[in-house]
């Protein structure tokens, strides 16, 4: 099994977990950034919490800079298993998503205020693709 299987599978493993903004923990609630933090330290990569980022945000270039540190690397192509998507779901709105299949994820949902499985909208554009490398 492939890093990235294992991320997808770490990640199924937090389906349901609340959401909760700034959420680490996920007994007590994950974020976005949280469910891609929990599921990278059930695989073994340490990663650092970034801080000072709110709901929204005009830009992710901040952001990008933590992608080594988490071990992640630029992707292009099919999404694959574990593949970690960042996509605007509104006006100065990013959202991190961890693919478990090539049109399928699972995220942090404030609406629905769990962790979810959802499938990828057809015509959803991303503002980064990244993989963790295979060893």
Not at 57 to 74: F, Q, T, V
Request: charged fraction near 20%; include cysteine.
């Amino acid at each position: 099994m492939t890093q990235g299987e294992q991320l997808a599978r770490a990640a199924t493993h937090l389906l349901g977990a609340p959401f909760r903004l700034h959420g680490r923990d996920p007994r007590v609630g994950l974020d976005c950034v949280g469910l891609l933090l929990a599921s990278l330290q059930a695989i073994g990569i340490q990663a650092e919490y970034p801080r000072g980022y709110a709901l929204r945000n005009r830009s992710i270039d901040r952001w990008i800079a933590y992608a080594p540190l988490w071990s992640l690397a630029d992707a292009s192509g099919p999404i694959l298993a574990g593949d970690v998507l960042i996509s605007s779901p509104g006006p100065n709105q990013h959202h991190v998503m961890i693919a478990v299949k090539p049109r399928t994820v699972i995220h942090a949902h404030a609406g629905l205020r769990r962790v979810v499985r959802e499938p990828l909208k057809p015509d959803q554009v991303f503002n980064a693709h990244w993989r963790v490398p295979t060893q």
